[in-house]
């Protein structure tokens, strides 16, 4: 089992930065895919970028391509979301996953969840 917990939310104004980590606790971090989902006000819970459990597979939504990049230091069994060129419409709660795998863009299909980070972003 994995427990996740994130922080590096905060408050930043439009075209700002903020990087988002996420530390997970067990021995076997480095065999999880990780990743990030995001969720705003009154609107379903959305993917936003995963890593692949060696790090050298990535894959983002288009609304963040560019401007987002996800990584990850398995010594340190942490995953991060730096977050470059924020827009107001990035305002969401930031919500880590772990699994074995991507299992595509619904998030029913991950059992691991941390409890979310707070990030608003100020026009």
């Known amino acids: 089992q994995v427990q996740l917990v994130e922080s590096g939310g905060g408050l930043v104004q439009a075209g700002g930065s903020l990087r988002l980590s996420c530390a997970a606790s067990?021995?076997?971090?480095?065999?999880?895919?990780m990743g990030w989902f995001r969720q705003a006000p009154g609107k379903e819970r959305k993917f936003v970028a995963v890593i692949n459990w060696s790090g050298d597979n990535t894959n983002y939504v288009d609304s963040v391509e560019g401007r987002f990049t996800i990584s990850r230091d398995n010594a340190k069994n942490t995953v991060y979301l730096q977050m470059n060129s924020l827009k107001p419409e990035d305002t969401a709660v930031y919500y880590c996953?772990?699994?074995?795998?991507?299992?595509?863009?619904?998030?029913?299909?991950?059992?691991?969840w941390g409890q979310g980070t707070q990030v608003t972003v100020s026009s």
């Open positions: 067990g021995r076997t971090f480095s065999r999880y895919t």
């Open positions: 996953f772990a699994d074995y795998a991507y299992y595509g863009n619904d998030p029913r299909k991950y059992d691991y």
